[in-house]
């Protein structure tokens, strides 16, 4: 088994960008959900609302994000301009986070259709993790992790498949059989170890395509989990991850299995 698709998504809820190495810290892969759309009291703004989010393209270049949205002129966000310290509000966490550029707002504004901030996280995380680490604008999790055997299975199941980027996942393994990432507990990829979390419990943004932005009118992929994947946690597919080291991942890294959660 090894490591076979990586994304990093700098801005939490746009279109992620495949690469082939990232850096993996206890906060995420670098630059992994580092910028955050934001109402002007620090509140989050998703695809989950403003599904149309998805269309917008982010490009990481040395010292910010350039950002791309059809039919309007890219803008660049430059860190060392984000110097003011504002609420930020990522579900239940309330931290403090970096404004800066107000072009940018207003550019963003516009895509949105209300009044927005576009934020950094900065140069260190204000959000609480447990165990006295920090976190990025992510859900709840720095890694999340999605068996390609489990997709196909899920694609069996479906009249329309559904891609992997309908699942936002960071890291993609390809696992004996479906489903058994479930099983793991610990787990090593390349020169990474990392703890698993628990499952990925999912949401009506699986079911908006990635590319379009346009919501499936059956509410597919998120029915059929809803029939087959319904676990103690909620509707899931793909598991959480935290890393208990940092290190450099490649595409081909071998992935071991070092504990389960059950034994026989």
């Known amino acids: ?14 279109r992620g960008i495949a690469t082939t190495r990232a850096y993996a810290g206890k906060l995420g892969l670098l ?27 982010v490009e990481l270049l040395p010292g910010g994000i350039l950002l791309h949205y059809p039919d309007k002129s890219p803008i660049f966000a430059m860190t060392t301009v984000y110097t003011q310290a504002h609420p930020a509000q990522v579900w239940k966490d309330s931290f403090a986070a970096c404004h800066g550029d107000a072009r940018v707002d207003a550019w963003l504004s516009d895509i949105v259709g209300a009044d927005c901030r576009l934020l950094w996280l900065g140069a260190e995380s204000q959000r609480p993790y447990p165990d006295s680490n920090k976190m990025s604008f992510a859900d709840g999790h720095p ?4 068996n390609q055997a489990s997709l196909d299975a899920l694609n069996h199941e479906l009249q329309q498949p559904v891609s992997l980027r309908h699942f936002r996942p960071n890291l993609v393994v390809d696992g004996d059989y479906p489903w058994i ?24 943004l699986t079911t908006v395509d990635p590319q379009s932005g346009e919501k499936d009118p059956g509410g597919e992929p998120l029915q059929t989990l809803v029939r087959t994947r319904r676990l103690d946690e909620g509707v899931c597919f793909g598991v959480n991850l935290r890393a208990c080291n940092e290190g450099i991942l490649t595409l081909g890294d071998p992935v071991e ?3 389960e959660r059950y034994s026989f």
Do not use: N
């Open 181 to 204: 990432e479930d099983e793991w507990q610990r787990i090593r990829i390349g020169e990474v170890e990392f703890e698993i979390t628990g499952p990925c419990t999912r949401c009506v």
């Open 31 to 57: 630059h992994d959900r580092e910028w955050l759309i934001a109402s002007p009291d620090g509140k989050q703004i998703t695809a989950r609302t403003h599904p149309h989010l998805l269309r917008l393209k």
């Open 257 to 259: 299995i070092l504990s």
């Open 143 to 146: 890694y999340l992790l999605v």
């Open 1 to 14: 088994m090894q490591l076979i698709s990586l994304f990093v998504h700098p801005l939490k809820s746009t």
